[in-house]
């Protein structure tokens, strides 16, 4: 097995852009983008000592970031009392751009706490779902729901990579704009 390295000094050349790329995507504002990202080069900094090396630099990082992107969310929904954002890691391989966002009840909440909502809210969710276009819907349950492999999507549906997660942040999008409007 290859043991990997950690060189800070490259960082933010080398891998800011693909950063603020994917942290933009899941919180659509390029400031908070932007500090999310300096937040994750920080921590990786404080916490290259426990580095393994079992990772890929830039996996490592992106780990970081998604941490940093829940915590996030979390600081969000705790002062909104409305939602949290899931995001499932996959912990196999190297599954960067592998997460599923979902706006749901707290589970943690003991104010708000309840079966019955978290089932309206997957209803709602799948009736949003199903207004998106034919392809979209696909692509997102496809990558989102199923947790398919971006390179197994783009084979089976003829597309490429930038297609795909253009379709995805599109139907999030879409999504939380019918949630909002519809549930919430």
């Given at each position: 097995?290859?043991r ?38 920080l ?14 630099e ?21 002062k ?5 954002v ?65 390179e ?33």
């Amino acid at each position: 097995m290859t043991r990997h390295t950690l060189n800070p000094d490259i960082w933010v050349d080398q891998y800011a852009d693909y950063l603020f790329n994917f942290t933009v995507s899941r919180v659509t504002d390029a400031e908070i983008a932007k500090d999310l990202v300096q937040e994750t080069f920080l921590a990786g900094l404080k916490s290259a000592k426990n580095f393994k090396g079992d990772a890929a630099e830039r996996t490592w990082l992106v780990a970081i970031l998604k941490r940093k992107i829940i915590d996030h969310y979390r600081k969000i929904n705790s002062k909104k009392g409305k939602a949290e954002v899931r995001i499932n890691y996959n912990s196999n391989h190297d599954s960067d751009g592998d997460w599923l966002e979902e706006q749901v009840a707290d589970p943690y909440s003991t104010i708000n706490s309840s079966d019955m909502e978290n089932k309206e809210l997957a209803l709602a969710l799948e009736e949003c779902i199903s207004k998106l276009p034919k392809k979209q819907s696909m692509v997102f349950k496809m990558k989102t729901i199923q947790g398919i492999e971006t390179e197994v999507i783009c084979n089976e549906l003829g597309i490429n990579p930038s297609n795909l997660w253009v379709m995805i942040h599109r139907a999030r999008t879409a999504l939380m704009g019918c949630l909002n409007q519809n549930w919430f």
